[in-house]
């Protein structure tokens, strides 16, 4: 009985281990996710786009990836938006290579400014 009551709370100790090492990784995967954001939004790029892909990018968190395809809803009149509840995703396109690398660019440049965490408890 004893053993059993030691092995359940090594377990226990194991698990809360495991759960704060995500949680303390995920926090920072949402400071680079939010600081990505803010070099977006602080940038003077006036391709509406190309801005809406590169945040859809960031939410998504696919900066590493060589190649992408997003969902959008594409309008009658050939106009590209954002997939909700009131238009759904109709049309999945790849996206260009060029957003993917300016995507590698900013959050190499993020990732400087955040160092990544201690995880080991």
Not at 104 to 110: E, N, T, V
Request: aromatic share 10%; net charge positive; hydrophobic share 40%.
């Amino acid at each position: 009985m004893l053993f059993k009551r030691h092995y359940l709370l090594v377990m226990f100790k194991r698990v809360n281990q495991d759960k704060q090492t995500l949680e303390i990784h995920l926090s920072w995967l949402t400071k680079l996710e939010d600081m990505v954001r803010s070099f977006l939004g602080n940038s003077s790029i006036g391709d509406e786009l190309f801005l809406t892909t590169c945040y859809r990018i960031n939410k998504s968190h696919l900066w590493h990836y060589s190649s992408v395809d997003l969902k959008w809803h594409q309008t009658s009149d050939g106009q590209l938006l954002v997939p909700s509840k009131s238009h759904k995703a109709n049309v999945t396109l790849p996206v260009s290579s060029d957003i993917l690398f300016f995507m590698r660019k900013l959050i190499k440049r993020a990732r400087k400014g955040i160092r990544f965490p201690q995880l080991k408890l």
